[in-house]
């Protein structure tokens, strides 16, 4: 699918999150997430601090009970008192599967994130695969009613609300009528848009995230040609979840991201990397500033950029590796895409050849446009993962770098990991304290293994499908 849009990001309306304004002229603002548990709050104040000095115009935390609503309150609090600048730092309450629990946390911070899959029911449990248009309806006005408790909750407390779609965890009505597709990702969207709209509710940003760049890309534009065609503009947050780490996860995020800066479509970012909060925001600071004047930093002499014969030329006179990476990336995503190529060709004469042709081959392999080597799809983590990420995903590689081509899911909880990893060919899942459940596809094929068993475990699933 290929959405034609004529956008300009001036006409979204603005969205205040606390002092801050998201949408039309203003700023793209760039945001991160913490990796602490929320009731350690004295690590949490710590990373936060941390974060915004690095340039965090929002942070966001998990809050998966009312223990969590307690404890951001808190650090709210104790970051409001611990330095002029925190109180412009709005906080983010990041919540599934308890409405209850965003009743609660939208009276303490400035910000709610809902995810539509997950706000009135627990989880995908596909006990109904067929909706009659009665029943489908009658589930609608259940939202409705639902959702209108916390728009009202909202209003009185002056927070806004992120509607956060996620690939992989898409409501039974939506799969039942939908499946996984950009058209369901974006009706499920859509459903609490109207609500909020009908409810004269303005202060709202809207994201719907992919692995998978190309649904990503493909999925935003169709949901800002939805709103235009019912006459809305709303503030969009941008991010390719579960990027992974490292280089690959770094080009990634640039791939995705960085298409649809290139439309003009954005107002606020997020590069979800496996790594410390605070390492995501130079990266979605550069690309911010790269597509934040077209003129002067795009389009230099010293920049060319052309397609020929489906394949895509890109050369600038980048010095620093770590930028010319993601100025690739973000560039030549789109074109690909948009125009059918299947060669990059990359040049830089400060870089040499190998590197080049790596990077390219990195970038074709982000764009889902022809695959290289292992993929990995990894959570960034927050306060829910149950184990050490960043150590298990250097395992989980140490083990299975030399299976080209092979896509691998490391999830550090099930928010969003089996769904997430909807694509991948095999998936390392956080099932408990100590315990890890291994996917094959979207089937759990081995649940609550110990976690010192499991890099071993999955290896010889992979082997023993080999042969």
């Given at each position: 699918m290929n959405i034609q849009l004529?956008?300009?990001?001036?006409?979204?309306s603005t969205t205040l999150v606390g002092g801050l304004e998201i949408g039309s002229e203003h700023p793209v603002r760039i945001q991160t997430m913490a990796n602490t548990s929320t009731n350690d709050i004295e690590g949490s104040v710590a990373q936060?601090?941390?974060?915004?000095?690095?340039?965090?115009?929002?942070?966001?935390?998990?809050?998966?009970?009312?223990?969590?609503?307690?404890?951001?309150?808190?650090?709210?609090?104790?970051?409001?008192?611990?330095?002029?600048?925190?109180?412009?730092?709005?906080?983010?309450?990041?919540?599934?599967?308890?409405?209850?629990?965003?009743?609660?946390?939208?009276?303490?911070?400035?910000?709610?994130?809902?995810?539509?899959?997950?706000?009135?029911?627990?989880?995908?449990?596909?006990?109904?695969?067929?909706?009659?248009?009665?029943?489908?309806?009658?589930?609608?006005?259940?939202?409705?009613?639902?959702?209108?408790?916390?728009?009202?909750?909202?209003?009185k407390h002056k927070t806004a609300i992120r509607l956060g779609v996620n690939h992989g965890s898409l409501s039974d009505r939506i799969m039942s009528r939908y499946g996984d597709t950009p058209e369901g990702m974006v009706e499920s969207c859509m459903e609490f848009l109207r609500v909020a709209v009908a409810e004269d509710f303005k202060d709202i940003v809207l994201s719907i995230k992919a692995s998978n760049t190309r649904v990503m890309v493909t999925t935003v534009r169709l949901l800002v040609w939805q709103m235009q065609e019912e006459g809305m503009a709303f503030p969009l947050h941008l991010g390719v979840t579960e990027a992974g780490e490292g280089e690959d996860g770094r080009v990634k995020s640039a791939v995705g991201i960085g298409a649809l800066l290139a439309d003009?479509?954005?107002?606020?970012?997020?590069?979800?990397?496996?790594?410390?909060?605070?390492?995501?925001?130079?990266?979605?600071?550069?690309?911010?500033?790269?597509?934040?004047d077209k003129q002067s930093i795009r389009y230099t002499k010293d920049t060319l950029v052309r397609v020929e014969e489906k394949t895509v030329y890109y050369s600038n006179a980048d010095t620093d590796w770590a930028m010319y990476q993601l100025h690739a990336a973000a560039e030549c995503g789109r074109l690909l895409w948009d125009y059918h190529c299947d060669e990059l060709v990359l040049r830089?004469?400060?870089?040499?050849?190998?590197?080049?042709?790596?990077?390219?081959?990195?970038?074709?392999?982000?764009?889902?446009?022809?695959?290289?080597?292992?993929?990995?799809?990894?959570?960034?983590?927050?306060?829910?993962?149950?184990?050490?990420?960043?150590?298990?995903?250097?395992?989980?590689?140490?083990?299975?770098s030399h299976l080209q081509g092979l896509k691998i899911g490391i999830m550090?909880?099930?928010?969003?990991?089996?769904?997430?990893?909807?694509?991948?060919?095999?998936?390392?899942?956080?099932?408990?304290?100590?315990?890890?459940?291994?996917?094959?596809?979207k089937e759990c094929v081995l649940k609550n293994i110990p976690q010192e068993e499991a890099?071993?475990?999955?290896?010889?699933l992979i082997e023993c499908d080999k042969q």
């Open positions: 004529t956008y300009d990001r001036r006409t979204t936060a601090k941390r974060c915004m000095d690095a340039g965090a115009e929002l942070v966001r935390f998990t809050t998966q009970g009312l223990r969590e609503v307690e404890s951001l309150g808190q650090i709210h609090q104790r970051l409001i008192a611990l330095s002029p600048h925190c109180p412009n730092t709005p906080l983010v309450a990041d919540v599934h599967f308890q409405s209850d629990v965003a009743d609660a946390a939208a009276k303490v911070v400035e910000k709610v994130r809902i995810n539509p899959g997950n706000y009135i029911d627990p989880a995908r449990k596909f006990k109904q695969i067929d909706y009659t248009d009665e029943e489908y309806q009658a589930e609608l006005e259940r939202l409705r009613n639902r959702f209108i408790q916390l728009l009202n909750i909202c209003k003009g479509i954005g107002d606020t970012i997020r590069v979800s990397l496996s790594e410390a909060p605070e390492k995501e925001l130079p990266v979605a600071r550069a690309l911010v500033d790269y597509f934040a830089n004469d400060n870089f040499a050849s190998d590197d080049l042709e790596r990077l390219s081959k990195d970038i074709l392999q982000a764009a889902r446009v022809r695959m290289y080597k292992t993929e990995y799809i990894s959570c960034p983590g927050c306060g829910r993962t149950l184990f050490d990420l960043e150590q298990t995903i250097a395992q989980v590689k140490a083990a299975t550090g909880c099930i928010v969003n990991g089996p769904g997430e990893m909807a694509d991948a060919d095999y998936g390392y899942v956080g099932a408990g304290r100590g315990k890890v459940s291994l996917y094959k596809g890099v071993e475990q999955l290896l010889s």
